[in-house]
């Protein structure tokens, strides 16, 4: 890290920390003694979300980024937690973890960057589930889906529905105890990362 970029941090009152984790280098940001997540773990486990989804549970789903926009607005509200940044290919990929309070209620948001470009947002609600019908209707459209299977999503079985609008980006709703958002901007460039990341430890 560079004498600057050390100074920055001192007069922003945040800390940094390296850690070789994986195979990888990772530099840290934070301004308060944070648990530590690493890159090659969190894409690990968005990868098994998304091909565990059913092919039958795939829809188009309308608009670009009905849920996933929101999360790039400016939001005072919404507290940066730790910030990790890892070369891949020569490029930065940066993953920042925030929290916010919705309805007394505590939701986590990672965002991912690649090459300081959008890449992914992962949004995890702690609400039992309550709103991952209400998320499905925002998001999907009762005649991609059909009626039968659009009325089957309160109680579905597999509780996950991955979302696609034909322009190499994706969106995963599931219900896994609580609702999970997952919204992939380049979902070819999150597959090529998985592939580099996931080689120093297969």
Known sequence: MSFINMLRLILNGKKS???MKDGWMIDYEYSHISDFFYPVPLFAELNYKLIGVPENACFPYKGALSLGNAFWKEDQKMHLKLSAKVKVLGLPLKINRYVKKVDNRPTTVYK?????KPLAVWHKKYEFGREYHSDVQSAFTLEAMGAET???TKNWGSNQILGHNGENECCLIEKFV???ILVIHDSTTFASLWEVLKKKID
């Not at 991912?112 to 300081?116: G, K």
């Open 112 to 116: 991912l960057w690649y090459d300081e």
């Open 150 to 152: 659009f009325s089957k």
């Open 17 to 19: 920390k390296s850690l």
């Open 178 to 180: 609580h609702t999970h």
